[in-house]
């Protein structure tokens, strides 16, 4: 490879894109690493110590460059009386596990930013990616006095501008066909459904910034696909949330499965801001009543989401995914990212 991530070794243009909440683990991420490929740890409702301790996981099991998602702060406040309303509403779901969300508090945070940035400072890893929102422009400093590659998730023209003019050194061009969060500024706007393609050309067109193309990407033509748009890797999530190093739950890669025949829908029904999900019961009884704010919202679901995934209930639990899962496949992460790369 060439361009913005030269001098980091990989031989790959294949990216294992970070997801939270548990999918992404130093073991999928020093896979990725040991097949030259870029692999970001997610930063993202992990405590600092945590994230120190999968920064350190990845240098001692893995080989290569690597990267950290974090979550830059771009709160949504949830209007109070919408929240009680919601979380009144959730009452019979969550007594199901023995949960009183009804009772639950309006919890609002930064996810720990300031002490994340502090560590990425501190103990610097060789590219920093952010998601939701820019960056106070003294973090992007500091950041940037380290020598980590600092990129943005973007999903519009106006985004990628805003960035561009923040001085990070590339964008992750994120279409509305990926699943989990949107990396959208404006999450009470989602973005238009535009075709990765198209939407890598009209950004590629407005800023002069190296690219990475998320969205979509499945299969190895996606990549192909991809890199004649313009950019200069194409990053992959729900294509590895089966494989053998995925963290996610035994119930999310069954659903990818047994679900085949679901379709996709954007939601804010699990967190209060726009993310694309396998369309489920939970998703059909409160998608229309969810309230718009973030994080208050995931607060309030995440005991509901945790027992159900533990309990195999598919009903009630996040069960983020891109528009192409269907192309995710099981197996080792080394295996799935070759197919990826394949054509490239």
Not at 30 to 55: C, K, M
Not at 157 to 183: C, F, T
Not at 261 to 267: E, R, S
């Amino acid at each position: 490879m060439s361009g913005l991530f030269d001098g980091l070794g990989l031989t790959s243009p294949v990216v294992a894109a970070p997801m939270a909440g548990g999918p992404t683990t130093p073991s999928l991420v020093a896979a990725a690493g040991r097949a030259g490929v870029l692999g970001f740890l997610a930063a993202g409702y992990r405590t600092p110590e945590d994230l120190a301790g999968q920064i350190a996981a990845v240098r001692r099991v893995g080989k290569g460059a690597f990267g950290v998602n974090v979550f830059a702060p771009n709160p949504v406040p949830v209007d109070p009386a919408e929240f009680r309303a919601y979380a009144q509403a959730l009452r019979g779901d969550g007594e199901v596990y023995g949960l009183d969300l009804a009772a639950a508090h309006i919890v609002e945070n930064d996810d720990h930013w300031h002490a994340k940035v502090a560590l990425l400072v501190s103990d610097p890893v060789p590219v920093v990616s952010f998601t939701f929102g820019l960056p106070p422009r003294g973090d992007l400093e500091a950041l940037r006095r380290t020598g980590s590659i600092l990129l943005q998730t973007v999903t519009s023209v106006e985004e990628a501008r805003a960035a561009d003019e923040a001085g990070v050194d590339g964008l992750v061009v994120q279409a509305a066909a990926a699943g989990a969060h949107s990396g959208t500024f404006t999450p009470a706007e989602p973005p238009r459904d535009v075709p990765l393609l198209e939407l890598l050309q009209e950004i590629g067109n407005a800023v002069n910034l190296p690219l990475v193309g998320a969205g979509g990407v499945a299969t190895a033509d996606d990549v192909v696909a991809v890199l004649g748009a313009g950019a200069e890797a194409a990053m992959a999530g729900t294509a590895l949330l089966r494989t053998d190093e995925s963290g996610a739950s035994a119930v999310h890669k069954a659903a990818l499965v047994e679900m085949s025949t679901v379709d996709t829908v954007v939601t804010r029904a699990f967190s209060g801001r726009p993310a694309r999900a396998l369309r489920n019961a939970f998703v059909d009884r409160f998608d229309g009543r969810a309230p718009l704010g973030y994080p208050a919202v995931h607060h309030l679901t995440t005991p509901l989401r945790r027992a159900a995934a533990a309990s195999g209930d598919t009903d009630r639990v996040n069960l983020w995914a891109g528009k192409r899962f269907r192309h995710a496949r099981a197996g080792a992460a080394r295996a799935a990212l070759a197919r990826l790369a394949a054509k490239a």
